[in-house]
């Protein structure tokens, strides 16, 4: 439960989560700046983390990164034109309330840039936040799909009908995948909207294949 995917050239990652059983962790994340939970709830930390990891799954080994400027939980990381964003969370302090700022990691001079406060134009989970390549950055909010252009977030488009939960976002080849439903506990949909045309696809999965998604990544092999 509660694990991450990513795909690496060849190959799919999946890295921490729950046990199901025992709801012991599995393993740290990657870039791991939350703070950590045991079974039953209890705190391993009640402190959200500002520490950073990379991971590298050819040589199976983890390296440290510079610490960032705050401490993050519930925050959202996104790799966009070369550097690795980190995008809102809060702090231990503020349980709950999320914060507008963002940082951004530049591997060329291994180090992070200066926060930028008013990232967001919100303060609200950044959790749907993607990558959308040289189309900028997309993410769902209020029924809407959002895209940062020109360092400001303008709507696109808006979220089909069905779609008014989102569980999960990303892109690839041109194009948004968002899979959610219109109430909690319905049924969770998925539609594919192309990032030029701004048309919107239903995507028909089959009944094994239905269900709650808690993550997902698109592989290009």
């Known amino acids: 439960m509660f694990c991450q995917l990513v795909g690496v050239e060849s190959e799919l990652v999946v890295v921490g989560g729950w046990d199901p059983d025992t709801w012991e962790i599995r393993a740290l994340c990657l870039f791991t700046i939350s703070c950590r939970r045991r079974g039953g709830g209890e705190r391993i930390c009640q402190n959200a983390l500002k520490s950073a990891l990379v991971y590298d799954v050819a040589k199976d080994e983890w390296a440290p990164l510079p610490d960032m400027a705050r401490e993050r939980d ?3 990381g996104v790799f966009h034109r070369g550097k690795f964003h980190v995008i809102g969370g809060y702090c231990t302090e503020t349980q709950g309330r999320f914060e507008r700022s963002a940082e951004a990691f530049d591997f060329a001079n291994w180090e992070w840039d ?3 406060e008013d990232f967001l134009e919100d303060s609200t989970c950044p959790r749907t936040c993607v990558d959308g390549g040289d189309m900028g950055m997309y993410m769902c909010r209020a029924g809407e799909v959002v895209a940062l252009q020109d360092s400001r977030w303008q709507t696109v488009d808006k979220l089909p009908a069905e779609i008014r939960h989102t569980a999960y976002t990303t892109t690839w080849e041109g194009k948004l995948l968002v899979i959610g439903c219109r109430s909690f506990g319905e049924a969770q949909v998925a539609y594919m909207w192309d990032l ?4 919107w696809r239903k995507v028909v999965a089959s009944e094994e294949f239905c269900g709650h998604v808690q993550s997902g990544w698109c592989l290009q092999i």
């Open 74 to 76: 519930e925050c959202k």
């Open 196 to 199: 030029k045309s701004g048309r």
């Open 114 to 116: 200066k926060a930028e």
